[in-house]
């Protein structure tokens, strides 16, 4: 790399290099190059090409020369054309009969949709191994109970099983949705110009096209749009965009969650801290949610591309325009990327996620207590004592001990409980006691927690 000009950062330091692979250029050409051949052995068929004009563009297929297209587009100023050039040069004998038929977009839309095949593919394959890393946390921790927060205030228990649950759920849905798009995957086909099928009609006849575009579509294994202009829909550009936006949005809610509860404050979790890592320059002390800020930093900018899809769907005027092209050559990849490093990274995070259950276990002892009073109101009902009249006691208990807290003391409210006449006439102060572990009032989270994961483990294999 040359470091005296910009490099984009998803050059090097943001996503994959199978990733880049897939969007680079060398590998969009010979994709270009396996479409001219597939179309020419096809129109053998048809009795266009002859076998030995086939076997030259096979021959030659690989043999991608970015210079000399570079320096032919330099003349042509088109991509394609300057491609097709390049290649017949290479081919003395099949080099007159390339894209045959055909408009560029035949060409670059289907090519676009096999990249986005090889993407997205690849995405599942990333998006699974962290579905299992959060099921195995999940089963570790499906019984560890801690304060759950509403508002940003202290709400009632949980697990940190259960927890963790609702953020695999939404992977979940991602996952299956990342799928539907791969198994909807259309290409534009072979239409022509403005998507009629034209100049195939006049090559071929009518009889054949039906024939003849089943035909490609069975070799290069994509199925292709019925209707076309003269690209395919970009309604399916959105959908993808969509589908990487909506992972994007999980994995921000989970970093961002992740942030919170890392700070001394709450303390429960973090994110792995390396025995070398520094957290800052100036705060040697700093362990600072690097990897988590760095998710929603990219998620964030993941969440603008369906807009910009929205835009090039919607602003496609008649059969096409060109205002889509430039900004599709940077949102396809680029979007692919960023949710490579996303999914990388929130699977670091995950497998090797810092759990301080001396945190979780001060948090649910600190703030607990407020929260299990709701078993104690029920007990009292169902001991035969007035809701409204129990209700507004434990209420004024409740902000008394709150003061307390907030002035610097140990929780009181127990102890207060506990020297109400009123209560103890209903219920014993060994219920109270007991009524008063928040720890117990979890509900059957654990069992959901350890089913959903369960679930999940079942269709990943299926």
């Not at 499906?142 to 949980?158: C, K, N, R, V």
Request: glycine share 6%; proline share 3%; charged share 25%.
């Amino acid at each position: 790399m040359n470091y005296d000009i910009y490099q984009s950062p998803y050059s090097w330091r943001y996503g994959s290099d199978e990733l880049r692979v897939i969007w680079s250029e060398v590998h969009k050409r010979r994709i270009w190059r396996k479409i001219w051949v597939v179309l020419a052995e096809v129109q053998r068929d048809y009795g266009l090409v002859t076998d030995e004009q086939v076997e030259d563009l096979r021959t030659h297929a690989g043999e991608v020369d970015m210079d000399r297209a570079l320096a032919i587009e330099a003349e042509t100023h088109h991509d394609v054309m300057a491609e097709i050039m390049a290649f017949a040069e290479q081919c003395s004998i099949g080099g007159g009969i390339i894209h045959l038929g055909l408009t560029s977009m035949d060409v670059v839309d289907n090519a676009d949709v096999l990249r986005v095949r090889e993407s997205l593919t690849l995405m599942i394959s990333r998006l699974e191994p962290l579905l299992e890393a959060f099921c195995s946390q999940i089963d570790a921790h499906a019984d560890i109970p801690l304060m759950a927060f509403t508002h940003l205030q202290p709400a009632e228990p949980s697990t940190l099983g259960y927890r963790l649950a609702q953020y695999a759920q939404d992977l979940w849905i991602d996952w299956q949705n990342l799928r539907r798009q791969l198994a909807g995957l259309r290409g534009k086909g072979f239409k022509g110009a403005v998507g009629t099928r034209a100049s195939f009609r006049e090559l071929l006849g009518p009889q054949d096209l039906e024939a003849f575009e089943a035909a490609i579509s069975a070799k290069l294994g994509l199925q292709f749009f019925q209707v076309t202009t003269q690209v395919y829909p970009r309604k399916q550009d959105y959908e993808i965009h969509s589908a990487l936006a909506g992972l994007g949005a999980t994995l921000y809610k989970f970093a961002f969650d992740v942030r919170l509860l890392q700070s001394p404050t709450i303390g429960e979790v973090g994110e792995p801290f390396g025995k070398r890592q520094v957290g800052s320059s100036a705060m040697p002390f700093k362990r600072n949610p690097i990897q988590a800020e760095k998710i929603d930093s990219l998620a964030r900018l993941l969440a603008q591309f369906p807009r910009i899809a929205w835009d090039n769907a919607a602003h496609t005027l008649l059969e096409r325009t060109l205002d889509d092209s430039a900004n599709r050559r940077t949102s396809l990849p680029e979007a692919f990327l960023i949710t490579d490093e996303l999914l990388t990274t929130a699977f670091k995070i995950v497998d090797g996620l810092r759990i301080d259950k001396h945190a979780v276990q001060r948090n649910l002892q600190v703030y607990g207590p407020f929260a299990a009073t709701e078993r104690v109101l029920m007990a009292l009902v169902k001991a035969g004592a007035d809701r409204q009249e129990m209700h507004e006691k434990i209420r004024m208990h409740s902000l008394a001990a709150w003061e307390s807290l907030q002035q610097g003391s140990d929780n009181p409210l127990l102890d207060r409980l506990l020297r109400d006449a009123n209560l103890l006439s209903y219920l014993s102060a060994e219920d109270l006691v007991r009524l008063m572990d928040a720890s117990e009032h979890v509900g059957d989270a654990p069992e959901r927690a350890r089913n959903l994961a369960a679930q999940i483990r079942v269709e990943l294999k299926g």
